[in-house]
Structures are given as C-alpha cells and as structure tokens.
C-alpha cells in the first residue's frame, strides 16, 4: 500500500490531480470490456423499488467484495483495493458479483467504495476516465443481476473519505476535516455513479456522525433512495458518538430508505439495529463482518470468524429488512442467509402480510 496523503490537500480541489480529460491511455482491461468477450446485455431495472421490496418484507445483501476477489486469486494491494480492477480486470468483479447473486443475493453493493477522482488520477486516469470507471462498477453490477431471472437491486457504494485514505480512517473517523469539506469531497463521486443509474446509493462504513451529515446533504440532491449504515464498536459510532444521535441524522432526509450499520463485529449489531428501529422508524439496514478485526498496521485480518447466519432472526424480528455480511462474509455464507430467510421459522406476519422468501 502506498502512504496516505495529506487529507487537506486532495479535499480542497478534487480536480487537481485530474489529467487532460481527452486522455485515453491504453487499458487491456477496459478493451476487453468494451469488446463484449465475457459481457452479457444488461438486466432490465428491478420490477419495483428497493423501497417497496423492504415495506414487503426482508431483502438480502451480497457479502464482502474483497475476500471474494481475493478467492478469485486477485491481488488488492493497492490504495484503490477493489477499484483498482475497475481498469484492470473488470471481468473479475461482474464474477464475484454472480458468486453472490447465484448464492441467493438479491441486492449488489458495487466495486465503488475505494474509488475517487483523486485516486483515479493519481494512477493517470482524467476525469472523463475517472467517471467512466465510476459508471462501469454499477455496469457490472448490472451484468452480473442479469445472470438470474429475479429482480437484483444495484447499490452504488459510497465510502467513507477514511477510505479513500487507505490507512485505516474509516475505523477512527474525526480527520480535521467540517462537514463543508467532506461535502466538497464527496459531491463528484456521488454524482458520478448516481449519473450511472444505480437503484440506490449506499453510504457505507461511515464512522461519524459529521461525515454522515457531508454525504446525506450530496446524496439527497440525487433523487435516488439511499441507505446509511455505520461502522460501529463498544456501543458507539467510531469515532464515539452515541448510537441515537448518528441514526437521528437520518430521520429527516426522505431519500433514505434504512438506516443501521455495516463493517462491524456482528455482536455489536444486535444494539445497533435495535435503536435505529426505535430512533428513526425506518427499515434497519444490517451488514457485519465476519467478527475478524483488521489489522491497519500489519495490512491483515486477526481473530476468528463469529458470524453465525442464525442471528438473522433477531435482527429481523428488532426491524432489519436489508441484512447481508460485509469483510470475509462470502458466497457460501449468504447462501446460509438465504436458506435462513427462506425458512418457514423466519417469515412472519407484519401487518397481515408474509413475507415472501428471497429469491
């Protein structure tokens, strides 16, 4: 991995890094894309909102994009982790998309969360190809949903500026930065994948409350439905927030379809979905980890995998209507999470209705 740069500086002028927009390096990975030699025609749009799937019952997530590719035999060591492939090898993601969507995932969470036009631009991209590349991670995510005849939803991810940092921020939050600057950094990424079409944007692994307020404000210029989900531990945001004031924020905003968290240690979601059902009355939105804890400084994951898909019930019966994993949850696992939803034991009645088994 390559060190952080300074935060302020890329903040301040997105653009800066930007090359000449007319240029148009050769990329193997791109033309290979663009020739069609493993693409499929896109999907049609799901036959309803991502909304009305939640009002109508529980709606599966995909798991962590990265182990997949990692399984795949991919290399991420690089500052745009799994962006990086949107050049380089994009079939590998619309394969680690289909890995999911054939396990029963009825939502996929793009190739998007690592990527910026600062990013992008510091490995040569202009900002014509930066946004390319912004709009061929909802592309691929559409080609792989087109491998099953069911309705997948397409979540563009935004992630949080730690992110994009490639240190570890996204676990700490707080980077000196206002809401104003957070703001300026996201507007660009955010419209360019809204401009691609998702069916909704996620607002991921967000780890305070501050950042929360930057991407709410952007994403509610969009017209598209959003869910916004932190990264949480001890009981608080990271950046030690408490849980009602983070879900709080989102009350207002009517684009946003669920609240909760993602990227966490799945005993601390129990809490977590419990208060944002109570604190926004909105569908809880719930993704952890596989209960491993990354390592910023050895670049690794330690401890042992907690995840147990049975825990879905809970969530479900506290309010979770969007459940998945997120780091090191796979295929196999939210194929657990299916056969669990699917489950007589896991349907219940809300307001006189079933809901209907994924898939």
Same mark, same amino acid.
């Given at each position: 991995?390559?060190?952080?740069?300074?935060?302020?500086?890329?903040?301040?002028?997105?653009?800066?890094?930007?090359?000449?927009?007319?240029?148009?390096?050769?990329?193997?990975?791109?033309?290979?894309?663009?020739?069609?030699? +493993?693409? $499929? @025609?896109?999907?049609?749009?799901?036959?309803?909102?991502?909304?009305? %799937? &939640? #009002?109508?019952? *529980? =709606?599966?997530?995909?798991?962590?994009?990265?182990?997949?590719?990692?399984?795949?035999?991919?290399?991420?060591?690089?500052?745009?982790?799994?962006?990086?492939?949107?050049?380089?090898?994009?079939?590998?993601?619309?394969?680690?998309?289909?890995?999911?969507?054939?396990?029963?995932?009825?939502?996929?969470?793009?190739?998007?969360?690592?990527?910026?036009?600062?990013?992008?631009?510091?490995?040569?991209?202009?900002?014509?190809?930066?946004?390319?590349?912004?709009?061929?991670?909802?592309?691929?995510?559409?080609?792989?949903?087109?491998?099953?005849?069911?309705?997948?939803?397409?979540?563009?991810?935004?992630?949080?500026?730690?992110?994009?940092?490639?240190?570890?921020?996204?676990?700490?939050?707080?980077?000196?930065?206002?809401?104003?600057?957070?703001?300026? +950094?996201? $507007? @660009?990424?955010?419209?360019?994948?809204?401009?691609?079409?998702?069916? %909704? &944007? #996620?607002?991921? *692994? =967000?780890?305070?409350?501050?950042?929360?307020?930057?991407?709410?404000?952007?994403?509610?210029?969009?017209?598209?439905?959003?869910?916004?989900?932190?990264?949480?531990?001890?009981?608080?945001?990271?950046?030690?927030?408490?849980?009602?004031?983070?879900?709080?924020?989102?009350?207002?905003?009517?684009?946003?379809?669920?609240?909760?968290?993602?990227?966490?240690?799945?005993?601390?979601?129990?809490?977590?979905?419990?208060?944002?059902?109570?604190?926004?009355?909105?569908?809880?939105?719930?993704?952890?980890?596989?209960?491993?804890?990354?390592?910023?400084?050895?670049?690794?994951?330690?401890?042992?995998?907690?995840?147990?898909?049975?825990?879905?019930?809970?969530?479900?019966?506290?309010?979770?209507?969007?459940?998945?994993?997120?780091?090191?949850?796979?295929?196999?696992?939210?194929?657990?999470?299916?056969?669990?939803?699917?489950?007589?034991?896991?349907?219940?009645?809300?307001?006189?209705?079933?809901?209907?088994?994924?898939?």
């Amino acid at each position: 991995m390559q060190p952080a740069r300074d935060p302020g500086r890329d903040i301040r002028d997105p653009g800066r890094d930007a090359r000449d927009p007319g240029r148009d390096a050769p990329d193997p990975g791109r033309d290979a894309y663009a020739s069609g030699a +493993f693409g $499929r @025609p896109f999907a049609g749009t799901p036959s309803r909102p991502l909304a009305a %799937a &939640l #009002a109508a019952g *529980t =709606v599966l997530l995909d798991g962590g994009l990265s182990n997949q590719l990692e399984a795949q035999g991919c290399d991420l060591r690089d500052e745009l982790w799994s962006a990086r492939l949107l050049a380089d090898g994009p079939e590998q993601i619309e394969q680690a998309h289909t890995a999911y969507v054939r396990a029963g995932a009825q939502v996929l969470i793009t190739a998007s969360y690592q990527a910026s036009f600062e990013g992008f631009g510091r490995r040569g991209a202009g900002r014509a190809e930066a946004a390319a590349l912004f709009a061929r991670s909802v592309e691929l995510a559409r080609r792989a949903a087109a491998s099953v005849a069911r309705d997948v939803w397409v979540a563009a991810s935004v992630g949080p500026y730690g992110a994009v940092m490639a240190d570890g921020a996204e676990y700490r939050g707080r980077y000196g930065l206002s809401v104003r600057e957070l703001e300026r +950094f996201h $507007r @660009p990424r955010i419209e360019a994948l809204a401009a691609a079409g998702p069916d %909704a &944007l #996620a607002l991921e *692994t =967000v780890p305070d409350t501050d950042e929360a307020e930057a991407l709410l404000r952007v994403a509610e210029g969009t017209g598209l439905p959003v869910w916004l989900s932190y990264t949480v531990a001890r009981g608080e945001t990271r950046a030690g927030q408490s849980l009602e004031e983070a879900f709080g924020l989102a009350a207002g905003y009517g684009r946003v379809v669920a609240v909760g968290v993602n990227c966490c240690d799945p005993a601390e979601a129990d809490l977590a979905v419990r208060t944002a059902a109570a604190v926004t009355g909105k569908p809880v939105v719930v993704y952890p980890n596989s209960g491993e804890h990354w390592d910023a400084g050895g670049r690794g994951w330690t401890g042992g995998a907690t995840f147990d898909p049975s825990r879905v019930r809970a969530w479900q019966a506290a309010g979770a209507r969007l459940v998945g994993g997120c780091c090191r949850v796979g295929p196999d696992t939210i194929g657990e999470l299916a056969a669990q939803l699917a489950a007589p034991s896991a349907n219940h009645r809300e307001g006189g209705r079933e809901e209907p088994e994924p898939g």
